[in-house]
């Protein structure tokens, strides 16, 4: 096994061409005793001796529940000067949290951040909390990115100043493990928005299908960009397992065929500690042949577990990854893949996109999602709010002279009005700065639970929220958008802000007087890459 440099920072290591470890450590929730070694300390501190692991990365209050900030134990095992990496999550903390957040990290010297939007929190004192979710974490990842450039703020006398530039070396995660093409889809042009935005490297969501593992590589070769890919492996038990398969946990995914060979060797006199073992084994050995730059194990509570799998990994012959990668294949009933399965390999072919995907492309059933009142939304929008085109210039001149002209009577009228056709569509909630054409003409405040407004989150199951009392709207967005023919570029463009200050004024009038997002200059995102190549069927 080739060790890690001691001195090679995490972004040098992901990108050297050499298969490397990390491992989760997840924080806890209360202080320990005085007189006791906390355990997360010693789990920390074990992985952080051991020459075998690249890197640890900290939670920041996984599931949703208040724990001991990532930092405080980042901090204990820094002098051990193991690579740590840090994950950022936007349910607990609003811009400026965010944002103070990561000067924090940069100020102590922690570079390795993980953008995630959060799960919806679940606990909290007297009563689950209310959740944030003021960015996203595609919008996190351009805040992340704007800061590495200097981030630029006014001051009070109306000059800006640069600030320093930070070293952030940003990740993000995707959600493969989607059984419907309507979820799928919109998981793999959000990874390719993040990757557009600023994020330098991708972490999946839990799941034990090889084939799906794959698929991110050739999705993101399909759409011409790169990053290195860190494999993501949770060593299963009976009791995960069975949250995992019943979607207790969001985005992780066990299906019923895994689940009955986990019962099965889970009644074995080991409790299928040999089985599970063996299994993360596989999967990292997978990931290796792969090309993926690195392995990350989580599910384990002591810091020797994770050398046994780690050795039992290394000590697998250069080609039983190939057999392994065949094993490790789990789909749900009807599992949908962008990419046909090479007959010889049972993996995805690179070389030809799902050949009915493609027919469904050129002929795309309608959906009950293209009714009338979105064919009128669409007209409309072409019609009257497409800047330069239609009518708008004289609308926009409209405004402008109600505005000049200090017409308040008229303009709360059409406020109103705009208010009470909106709300009779689209349910909405007056925010001022409206995604309707971002979403599929959804309202994100009134039909996502986390406000989405650059794409899904990893929540979502069978199409359903992960709160599963609604249809994700990002799904729903993918049929109507792919019966027009644009769901490929559903998320094109830079990560979408909302401005809180214009809650309660009239979207229209601050539409057409360039007042919201779609005027207002956000972080441009790098060039988009060349179209894809034209896959064969």
């Known amino acids: 096994m080739i060790e890690p440099t001691p001195d090679s920072s995490f972004r040098e290591m992901l990108i050297s061409n050499r298969f490397i470890y990390g491992a989760e450590l997840v924080t806890t929730r209360g202080i320990p005793e005085p007189d006791q070694r906390p355990k997360l300390v010693e789990l920390g501190e074990g992985l952080a001796a051991d020459s075998r692991i690249a890197w640890v990365s900290i939670t920041d209050n996984p599931g949703g529940n208040p724990m001991i900030p990532a930092d405080w134990i980042a901090n204990i095992l820094k002098p051990r000067g193991k690579e740590l990496v840090i994950h950022l999550t936007c349910k607990d903390l609003n811009r400026n949290g965010l944002e103070s957040a990561a000067w924090r990290y940069a100020a102590e010297g922690f570079n390795n951040l993980l953008a995630l939007t959060g799960d919806y929190p679940t606990a909290g004192f007297n009563g689950p909390a209310q959740p944030v979710f003021d960015l996203d974490s595609v919008s996190l990842i351009s805040m992340l990115r704007s800061m590495n450039e200097g981030l630029e703020v006014a001051k009070p006398n109306g000059k800006t100043d640069k600030l320093p530039k930070t070293n952030f070396f940003i990740g993000c995660a995707v959600a493969p493990f989607k059984r419907q093409e309507r979820e799928l889809m919109p998981q793999y042009f959000k990874l390719a928005r993040k990757l557009q935005c600023g994020a330098g490297w991708v972490v999946p969501q839990l799941g034990y299908d090889m084939r799906k593992f794959q698929e991110i590589r050739l999705f993101l070769d399909w759409m011409n960009l790169s990053a290195p890919i860190v494999g993501n492996v949770y060593v299963l038990n009976r009791v995960v397992a069975r949250m995992f398969n019943q979607n207790k946990i969001p985005g992780c995914v066990v299906s019923d065929a895994l689940l009955a060979q986990v019962e099965k060797y889970g009644a074995g006199p080991d409790k299928g500690k040999a089985f599970f073992t063996e299994l993360a084994a596989r999967q990292l050995a997978v990931f290796k042949g792969l090309g993926f730059a690195a392995g990350y194990l989580g599910g384990i509570h002591k810091a020797e577990s994770f050398a046994q799998i780690i050795d039992l990994a290394e000590s697998y012959g250069p080609n039983d990854w190939k057999e392994f990668a065949k094993e490790i294949q789990y789909p749900k009933d009807g599992e949908f893949y962008l990419f046909e399965q090479d007959p010889e390999t049972k993996l995805g072919d690179g070389g030809r996109l799902n050949s009915e995907y493609l027919k469904s492309l050129d002929d795309p059933a309608k959906p009950k999602e293209v009714n009338l009142t979105y064919r009128f939304t669409r007209l409309m929008h072409g019609l009257a ?153």
């Not at 406020?415 to 909405?428: R, W, Y």
């Not at 409206?434 to 794409?455: E, H, I, M, V, W």
């Not at 359903?464 to 463009?493: F, N, Q, V």
Request: charged share 20%; hydrophobic share 30%; aromatic share 10%.
């Open 385 to 537: 709010f497409t800047p330069g085109k239609g009518v708008f210039p004289a609308v926009q001149q409209t405004y402008q002279r109600l505005e000049q002209g200090e017409h308040t009577t008229t303009l709360k009228a059409l406020h109103t009005l705009e208010h009470l056709s909106k709300t009779a569509m689209f349910g909405c909630k007056d925010c001022g700065d409206c995604s309707l054409p971002d979403t599929g003409y959804f309202c994100p405040r009134a039909s996502c639970s986390k406000t989405q407004r650059n794409g899904p989150c990893g929540g979502s199951f069978d199409g359903r929220c992960e709160l599963d009392d609604k249809d994700c709207i990002w799904a729903r967005g993918y049929d109507r958008l792919k019966y027009y023919g644009e769901s490929r570029h559903m998320l094109d463009g830079p990560a979408v802000f909302a401005n809180p200050a214009l809650m309660g004024s009239s979207g229209w009038a601050n539409n057409f007087l360039g007042r919201d997002h779609h005027h207002v200059a956000a972080p441009a995102a790098p060039a988009e890459p060349a179209a894809p190549p034209k896959a064969k069927s």
